[in-house]
């Protein structure tokens, strides 16, 4: 085996590890939300997973990352996913409200203090000195100008108030804007999954209720970034519980969930993980011998439209 063989090998060994990093923080972000809500707990730990994000990007330069795409379009999952989170929380989460607890405070010293030898609860007494020191007291000051008659006082100058409507009107255009913007794209990404749902189920009675080829399906034969596309947005049909994957010989097979079978999944515990596949360059030259079933039913819409 050369040398190149060898460092393709570990390459992909070494981006499995990682996509299998990106899946864990992917399972912890929903695990995340579903415990802790959209509160200030929430917030510390999903800069503990963004910070993990980092150290896992890390491991892999840039101008290598062209090897991977899939690894990347994880990541992107990962970091879209804790970012809409994050912003949930922003929205619900009151920046003026005081976040200091004295006795929280007053514990965490106390655990400071008795990592170190013979402490005794009275020692605390001895900080009483150094305490009186280090609170300031009042400093001394004098008028520039010397004193000032308070009866006399410069008249303040008048703002001009916006009426109250006023207000609530700009209020109110801004949310109706940003919530515009945002079910625009939601709206997007729903079209296309409800898209990818209809061919799939339309295939599988084609198909005498019979599981589908995974790659068969989601292949793009003229476009790899179409590839996974159709691989990104097949995943969520998995999260939902609206599709399910199974393996015969090591090949992947998909088809559609009822809604009764969903019911009862979830009704015996049964959680549902959002899945996204590894393809590389080399394998969609590969499998791109004919049209993928996603790509001839685009093609057959466009047709009729034009």
């Known amino acids: 085996m050369s040398s190149s063989q060898e460092n393709n090998g570990d390459s992909k060994k070494q981006s499995h590890i990682r996509k299998q990093g990106y899946r864990e923080l992917l399972h912890r972000i929903e695990s995340i939300e579903e415990n802790e809500g959209t509160g200030l707990n929430t917030i510390k730990d999903l800069g503990e997973v ?18 991977f795409l899939d690894e990347t379009l994880l990541q992107h ?21 005081s976040t200091y607890e004295p006795t929280e405070f007053a514990s965490k010293i106390i655990d400071e203090i ?27 000051y004098s008028f520039l100008y010397g004193t000032f008659d308070p009866t006399k006082l410069p008249e303040p100058k008048q703002k001009k108030e916006r009426s109250k409507r006023e207000a609530q009107e700009s209020v109110q255009k801004t949310q109706l804007e940003r919530v515009h913007n945002l079910q625009k794209d939601e709206e997007g990404v729903d079209d296309t999954v409800n898209f990818i749902a209809n061919v ?23 476009d790899f970034g179409a590839t996974i596309e159709n691989i990104f947005y097949t995943s969520f049909l998995v999260r939902d519980g609206k599709a399910k994957l ?5 090949i992947p097979f998909i088809e559609p969930v009822r809604k009764s079978n969903l019911k009862a ?16 360059m080399d394998d969609w030259e590969m499998l791109r011998t004919k049209e993928g079933l996603i790509e001839a039913r685009r093609k057959l819409l466009q047709s009729k439209t034009t």
């Open 50 to 67: 963004l910070h993990e994000v980092k150290q896992i990007d890390d491991q892999c330069p840039f101008v290598n990352r062209v090897e």
């Open 114 to 140: 008795k990592e170190t030898e013979n402490f005794k609860p009275s020692d605390l007494l001895n900080l009483l000195d150094d305490a009186r020191k280090t609170i300031p007291s009042v400093s001394d």
């Open 200 to 222: 799939l189920s339309l295939k599988y009675k084609e198909n005498n209720n019979n599981p589908i080829a995974y790659f068969d399906f989601v292949i793009d034969s003229e």
């Open 77 to 97: 999952v990962v970091l879209s996913t804790a970012g809409g989170l994050l912003v949930k929380c922003i929205e619900n989460v009151d920046i003026f409200t």
């Open 246 to 250: 199974n393996s015969e010989g090591n």
């Open 265 to 280: 999944f979830r009704g015996s515990g049964g959680k549902n993980s959002q899945m996204i596949p590894s393809i590389t």
